[in-house]
């Protein structure tokens, strides 16, 4: 993969509110396809409270034909979903997957999901056995591609011991903590998606400020032509092709910001200095 293709769409913002912009989600995602992301992550539990699957129903009209021509791939996850009191579940055993994978289908309007992942592992379930469940529903034809999220280092040896995962999806960012499971997913030939690949909410700004207040980054990002926010992503692609960051933008301005990053080239001095100058927070751990 090279360019925006390296680039995953996530739909968390506009899903998990109460009201959400189908007009504005509708010109984001068309942004998205427009600079060449072609992927697109949704959740069970990326909903409001009492309405289950909801995100995946408005990822699923807002990307209509686009999905049935196979222009896009889609990507959503279960096992972890939100109660009509807005509180959190982890169910991972075999028949909740299975229903789960059912309602996303029947959510999303198509017959088979590109990508299926467990959303968190359940410490009630051995997670061998819940990835084994996602190969049987892989085996039968309803995902063509499974995968697990929220994992530390041990638990992706499992989970690849147990099953033909493609992908661990785990949060990174270049004002987040290293994360070891990167590292072991390169050495399986695992893709590792990098969701929060920003930093947060208050990410994008934390990187405007570090730009402003370092005088060789603002030089940097002159010479580049780049933002705060393109830094943080070009650092991330530059972290090696297995690394895919998973946007968070809600707007179409925000897509071609961030698609934009992917063009940018990142030299060896370029990154020493940006590992310089990275906060260190401790490592993570999941």
């Known amino acids: 993969m090279s360019g925006a293709s390296r680039l995953v769409l996530g739909s968390a913002r506009w899903a998990l509110v109460a009201r959400p912009d189908r007009t504005l989600l509708a010109a984001t995602v068309a942004a998205a396809l427009d600079t060449g992301i072609t992927r697109f992550d949704t959740a069970r539990a990326y909903s409001p409270p009492g309405r289950a699957g909801e995100g995946e129903r408005l990822l699923g009209?807002?990307?209509?034909?686009?999905?049935?021509?196979?222009?896009?791939?889609?990507?959503?996850?279960?096992?972890?979903?939100?109660?009509?009191?807005?509180?959190?579940?982890?169910?991972?055993?075999?028949?909740?997957?299975?229903?789960?994978?059912?309602?996303s289908l029947s959510a999303l309007g198509i017959e088979r999901i590109d990508r299926y992942l467990l959303h968190w592992p359940d410490p009630a379930v051995p997670l061998a056995e819940s990835v084994g469940a996602l190969a049987d529903l892989r085996a039968a034809g309803l995902v063509d591609e499974i995968g697990v999220c929220n994992v530390d280092v041990a638990q992706v040896e499992a989970a690849h011991a147990a099953g033909p995962v493609a992908v661990v999806q785990n949060r990174l960012a270049y004002l987040g903590p290293d994360d070891p499971v990167l590292a072991r997913c390169v050495a399986l030939g695992l893709e590792y998606e990098a969701y929060s690949s920003l930093g947060g909410p208050d990410g994008p700004g934390r990187m405007e400020e570090l730009v402003r207040g370092e005088p060789r980054v603002t030089a940097l990002a002159a010479r580049l032509g780049a933002t705060g926010v393109q830094l943080a992503l070009a650092w991330l692609l530059a972290q090696g092709t297995a690394v895919v960051p998973v946007l968070g933008a809600g707007r179409p301005r925000s897509v071609r910001a961030s698609a934009a990053a992917a063009s940018l080239t990142l030299g060896g001095d370029d990154l020493a200095l940006l590992d310089e100058v990275r906060p260190r927070p401790e490592t993570a751990t999941a």
């Open 61 to 103: 009209q807002a990307l209509g034909s686009h999905m049935r021509a196979g222009r896009a791939r889609i990507a959503t996850k279960g096992g972890h979903w939100r109660r009509p009191d807005g509180s959190f579940a982890v169910d991972a055993r075999p028949a909740t997957l299975r229903s789960h994978v059912e309602a």
